[in-house]
């Protein structure tokens, strides 16, 4: 199982971890790892799975754009060879790949069963 938790303070104050603690520590029981945070500008945001390795909060650098996804995206194969990776590439950086692509139009391309954030 997995759980996502977030915060986004309009009033441009910066985010940390303890901002998304509360939510973090009620999801506890729905992943065996503890809970990652990525904190950037107003925005922090937490993901924890059963995963040891994941990669979540996925952070790109480039655009500036943190990304994380719970579910599953069912043409994952189709959306690579799109967008032109891998098709090993990770969920979550398939994901990343289509918002840097399509921007809010991303959702429209993804078909699946998921919630993905942004930041």
């Not at 985010?15 to 065996?32: E, I, L, T």
């Not at 990669?55 to 996804?69: E, F, G, M, N, W």
């Not at 590439?89 to 809010?104: E, I, K, M």
């Amino acid at each position: 199982m997995s759980a996502v938790a977030g915060c986004c303070w309009f009033d441009g104050r910066p985010a940390g971890a303890d901002d998304v603690r509360v939510a973090s520590d009620a999801a506890r029981h729905r992943a065996r790892q503890p809970f990652r945070v990525r904190c950037d500008g107003s925005v922090a945001l937490a993901y924890a799975d059963d995963t040891p390795d994941s990669c979540q909060p996925l952070h790109d650098p480039q655009s500036r754009a943190t990304l994380v996804i719970d579910g599953r995206i069912d043409n994952l194969t189709e959306l690579a060879d799109a967008l032109g990776v891998a098709r090993s590439t990770s969920a979550p950086a398939v994901a990343l790949a289509a918002w840097r692509r399509w921007g809010l139009d991303c959702g429209a391309h993804l078909l699946g069963d998921f919630v993905v954030v942004v930041s």
